[in-house]
């Protein structure tokens, strides 16, 4: 590839923006760029966005969510993956539900339902990828917070505070714990418990009672509130008639101290050069603070000052001097002052600034040479900016004065973050500065209803009419959702829209607050706010020195197809491989069998199975002779690991009352469904009693958190003995063993409860597991063992597990999940019970009819979704209809839509209209 040297421009269609270099064998640029080629080709980037059809929810709703996945700079549906997973994940940073859905041209549609069996008031994250997306890592994912709240059951509201008291050097931290009746009435003198928790595992445990307001304190371990992460404190109240009702909280860091950042534009501080200079300021609830100040010189003389203006953000300029340094003298909105330094200026280099709210089609790019640099006569810097690995624009410049101005046509560049990057003569990068391109290369949608004002239950009718910026019609893919936001107030800059998510949020660093504040209502302020954005928070794509290096690590994970191929060895006991064996797959209940041969290294593979929820397989191993002396071992799947929440300014301390109306709602709701003897909503209200079922057979699962604790073995710890591990868990409150004899397996140990006086009914994967063959699993090493529950306050937890065996009260119950989530009851490694993830059911939204008002539903309509519709495409025309009927309700009615078409072009539009 070899270029021509030049200060000036062309175009060049292959690599879409714009190349100016020579050609010079081994020219470090060529190199540069051919990298960034390279890694844009092998890394091809998905993003996922959901969209939910309301901001939060209560137990007993059902989550509506449609996922959208793009590919590249220009947002396009991928054709890449053929499955995505989403994920509903705890306070405890666990996986409470897991949903593989198939995708089809980029698009899928599921709900999650918030069970009162497995959901408490909390705040929980959706988290979206596919497996192509685990090669970048988590932090690429989808990833949202969002409150549940609780309704029909709940007789206990709570909030909590954080106190800090200063402790020498250390910072004491008091979780303060409110506890009040839905009237605000407090639960005064009412003994509660606690336990700290991080994960799974237990920190701390404790007790005590409310004082006359209704407030615990609560210390927290210095260790613990420092780090916060996935800590949590889970307290048990009890109220009337012994009544013990669960609450978490997440746990705050150990600081009220506001966290200032100082970040240089382009990276660095140069003497003698101004320099605009980002200043972040956060809370220790992870939102921005406004916070002002000035900068001195180490003479104590202002040489500026400094003003966050919007949401902590903020910025002043800088000429710093050689032999000077420089200190932020800072204010809080408290009135304290605290003096923080400033990164130290450099007396070599370069600045690189950039103006892209200029009005027009162009970017104007500034370097600032210092004076050292000027001293060595002309130098050559190239100029390259790239959007998702996609060359935009690259020029190489000569510098040989203090600032040297660049304008950049931008007309071709795509809406979203462009990086800018300086690179030396050798290829080095010197500076890095991220821009927001906000263009109007989207849809324009238009909503409309024929009238403003609306009765209860009446009919609505729905236009919607896509268009492009010049007015042409437009086909697209749109998902609506309807809302009462009397019901469901929210505050729509907060939200996470489709702009927000796959134009910035996917491509930045860091938690973004009110993402949705940057698309909802574009200005100058909004986009000047955007801005200061970008300069405070970096790119996370990749870093040019690894580019350069080829310190690429190839991808480990294959992009998934819709269709699965189940893959796996033959190999003779003694670990060697079985040419030539016969391999069968079965499902009795599809009446399906296939058989296939292995490969002279034992490889096998059953191709292109569509594989849906529940389905299970067994697979029978054979030598060419018919021999059974062999085992199957089958490709895992490595499930991806939860991750702490960063989301941390999402996070709300006090959910019942942010999200009253909501609560208030689904409690008429769910008591006049009960006055009619129905019920709904995922919801089992008090009084509701659980009979025994049934012997089904399977025993069914409950949340962990309606565990009495849980044990999850650490592969890094070596514990010896399945049962020696469960003996030395951390925290042990639940098992002991006792040796007795058995007539007929001889010697035995028996689990029983710590205080002796229950003996576990063991299961393993839903089996209910005789005790001689728990023996076997006991002195095992453990390491098919995945998760352990250990389950004895609650028979309703008992039964529930047992799948109604042993009757209203029965015993303890130790439930064993193994990783395969196949256990084998009768070892025989010639044949392997495999149950591959398989892809969800996908239930339609209900949407009821009031056309003949003589047969209508004696019940109220009290939806707070009216509703939800994953799959409205527009004509030829750009135009599309729906209709549905309002609810029992009146209020502000929200529409909301969101869509893509197929060349990336992205939607959304906000229609609202009254229902009296």
Same mark, same amino acid.
Not at 291 to 296: A, K, L, P
């Given at each position: ?10 175009c ?9 270099f020579?050609?010079?064998?081994e ?13 844009a ?11 939910t059809?309301?901001?939060?929810y209560?137990?007993?709703? &059902? ?70 997306m ?49 009237k ?46 996935s ?26 101290? &506001?966290d ?30 406004s ?8 003479e ?34 408290d ?27 162009t ?28 060359l ?16 950049i ?32 290369d989207?849809?324009?949608l ?16 729905i ?49 973004i ?41 190839p991808p ?48 096998f ?51 019942p009352k ?16 009960q ?5 709904g ?18 025993g ?35 098992v002991?063993?006792d ?101 969800a ?8 009819k009031?056309d ?20 409205t ?34 939607g ?8 009296k």
């Open positions: 590839m070899k270029l021509k040297r030049s200060i000036f421009l062309f060049s269609i292959a690599f879409i923006g714009i190349v100016a020579t050609g010079r064998d020219d470090p640029i060529e190199k540069l760029l051919a990298s960034l080629q390279s890694w080709e092998n890394n091809p980037q998905e993003k996922v966005y959901l969209h059809d309301k901001p939060y209560t137990v007993g709703d &059902t989550i509506w969510f449609k996922t959208y996945v793009t590919i590249g700079s220009k947002h396009q549906l991928s054709a890449l993956s053929g499955a995505v997973y989403v994920e509903l994940i705890n306070e405890g940073d666990s996986i409470a539900q897991s949903l593989k859905l198939p995708l089809m041209a980029g698009m899928a549609k599921g709900s999650i339902v918030l069970s009162d069996t497995a959901i408490r008031e909390g705040n929980y994250r959706l988290r979206a990828y596919t497996q192509w685990r090669n970048a890592g988590p932090e690429y994912f989808y990833d949202k917070t969002f409150s549940v709240g609780n309704s029909a059951a709940n007789t206990v509201f709570a909030k909590i505070d954080y106190i800090y008291a200063k402790d020498g050097a250390q910072t004491k931290v008091t979780a303060l714990i409110k506890y009040t009746d839905q605000g009435s407090p639960y005064a003198d009412k003994a509660v418990r606690y336990e700290l928790k991080e994960g799974y595992k237990s920190i701390a445990t404790g007790g005590g009672k409310t004082n006359e307001s209704g407030e615990l304190s609560i210390s927290l371990p210095s260790s613990k509130s420092e780090k916060a992460g800590a949590y404190i889970l307290t048990r109240i009890t109220i009337a008639d012994g009544e013990n009702v669960p609450k978490s909280f997440p746990i705050k860091r150990a600081s009220q101290q &506001t200032v950042q100082f970040f240089p534009e382009g990276g660095n501080l140069v003497n003698d050069i101004w320099t605009k200079v980002g200043v972040k300021a956060v809370g220790a609830n992870g939102l921005g603070v916070v002002q100040g000035v900068i001195i010189d180490n104590n003389k202002e040489v500026s000052r400094l003003e966050t203006k919007h949401l902590g953000m903020g910025y002043f300029n800088l000429k710093s001097e050689q032999g000077k340094t420089y200190q932020a003298k800072i204010t809080y909105p009135g304290s002052v605290n003096t923080l330094k400033l990164p130290n200026a450099a007396n070599e280099g370069y600045v690189l600034s950039v103006y892209h709210n200029t009005g027009g089609d970017i104007l790019v500034r370097i600032g040479a210092g004076s050292s640099i000027l001293k060595k006569g002309d130098q050559v810097v190239s100029l390259v900016a790239q959007s998702e690995g996609d935009q624009y690259a020029v190489d410049i000569h510098i040989n004065k203090a600032l040297t101005s660049v304008p046509p931008s007309k071709g560049f795509p809406s979203g973050i462009v990086q800018f990057a300086l690179f030396s003569e050798s290829g080095d990068p010197l500076n890095e500065r991220i821009v927001f391109v906000q263009k109007n989207h849809m324009d238009k909503v409309n209803s024929s009238k403003k004002e609306y009765s209860l239950r009446e009919k609505v009718e236009e919607l009419n896509a268009q492009d910026a010049s007015g042409n019609p437009l086909v697209g893919n749109f998902s609506v959702s309807v809302i009462n936001e009397d019901v469901v107030p929210s505050d729509e800059t907060t939200e996470n829209s489709i702009f927000s998510q796959l134009l910035l949020s996917s491509d930045i660093k860091g938690y607050e009110k993402p949705n504040y940057y698309f909802h209502n574009p200005t100058d302020e909004t986009r000047a706010n955007l801005d200061i954005l970008m300069l405070t928070q970096g790119y996370r794509r990749f870093v040019w020195k690894d580019l350069i290096s080829n310190k690429q690590v480990v994970y294959k992009a998934e197809k819709l269709v699965t191929n189940i893959t796996g060895k033959l190999m003779t006991l003694n670990n060697k491989p079985v040419a030539d064996g016969k391999v069968t797959l079965i499902n009795n209940k599809l009446g399906l069998v296939l058989d296939t041969i292995s490969d002279g290294k034992g490889k593979k059953f191709s292109n199975l569509l594989i849906t929820e529940g389905i299970d397989f067994t697979i029978q191993g054979r030598t060419a002779n018919n021999g059974k002396r062999l085992e199957i071992q089958i490709d895992k799947f490595v499930e991806q690991d939860a991750t702490p929440n960063i989301n941390i300014g999402d996070i709300n301390s006090d959910i942010a999200l009253m109306a909501s609560i208030e709602n689904s409690v008429k709701q769910d008591l006049d469904m006055k009619h003897g129905r019920m909503r995922g919801q089992h209200l008090k009084e509701v009693r659980i009979e025994a079922s049934k012997l089904p057979k399977f069914n699962t409950i949340h962990e958190n309606q565990a009495d604790q849980v044990f999850r073995p650490d592969s890094r710890q070596n514990c010896g003995t399945f049962k020696d591990c469960l003996e030395k868990m951390n925290n042990n409150k639940s002991r063993f040796q007795i004899m058995a007539e007929d397996c001889g010697p035995m140990w028996v689990a029983r409860t710590l205080s002796g006086d229950g003996v576990y009914a063991v299961t393993i994967d839903g089996w209910i597991l005789e005790s001689c063959d728990f023996q076997e699993l006991l002195l095992g090493d453990g390491s098919n063992i995945s998760k352990v529950y250990f389950v004895y306050d609650s028979y309703a937890m008992r039964a529930r597990l047992l799948g109604g065996r042993f009757g209203l009260k029965p015993p303890p119950v130790m439930a064993i999940y193994t990783k395969s989530g196949n256990f084998r009851q009768k070892y025989d490694p010639s044949v392997v019970y495999y149950a591959p993830k398989g892809f059911s996908v239930k339609e939204f209900y949407v009821p009031y003949h008002p003589e047969i209508n539903s004696p019940l109220a309509d009290l939806r707070s979704t009216i509703y939800w519709s994953p799959a495409v527009t004509d030829k025309e750009g135009k599309a209809r729906l209709s549905y009927f309002n609810s029992d309700n009146k209020g502000a009615y929200r529409v909301t839509v969101e869509g893509i078409n197929a060349d990336g072009l992205l959304r539009q906000v229609y609202r209209y009254q229902v």
